[in-house]
């Protein structure tokens, strides 16, 4: 066993882990942050994104060992300090950037990783990004529409049915 520790949504945590315990698990089962999800187990959904030292990382792919002395950021922590959803958590409310909302944790965080490095990205700099995150409800269009909302640009129309 390896103690690790960190610093998770602003609060420092530590805990005792195997050598080959994810940073997914970690934050799951022993901090009980369940809003970071597992959804394929080989790195290919993104449902598991998290922000590590400021970088968006798939905590599926990380040992919570080499999160040790992080500062590790999870869709727990990205409400307002006053509990209020964040820009990015209203967009995808306002223009329904979710279905099932199984994927919505890992697209809101990347997303936030996103605009910190390109504060005004194109529709197709948006759809590039989330490359590495699957949506099997939305079709995608929804949720760059929330993402260019957040960003205070012009939102692509609803396209035609």
Known sequence: MTKVTMTVNGKAVSGEV??????????REDL??????????????????????GEAV?????FAAEADGAEVKTVEGMANADGS????????QEYHGLQCGF???GMVM???????????PSE?????????????????????????AASGQDVPAVAAE
């Open 103 to 105: 994927c919505t944790p």
């Open 124 to 148: 197709a700099e948006v759809r590039d990004y989330l490359e590495g995150n699957i949506c099997r409800c939305t079709g995608y269009h929804n949720i760059v529409r929330a993402i260019m």
């Open 18 to 27: 195997k050598g080959n315990t994810l940073l997914t698990e970690f934050l």
């Open 85 to 92: 959803l964040s820009v990015i958590q209203q967009a995808f």
């Open 58 to 62: 798939k905590s599926c792919t990380m």
């Open 110 to 120: 990347s997303a936030a990783a996103l605009l910190k490095d390109n504060p005004k």
């Open 32 to 53: 009980r942050l369940t809003g970071t999800h597992v959804g394929c187990d080989t790195s290919q959904c993104g449902a598991c994104v998290v922000h590590v030292n």
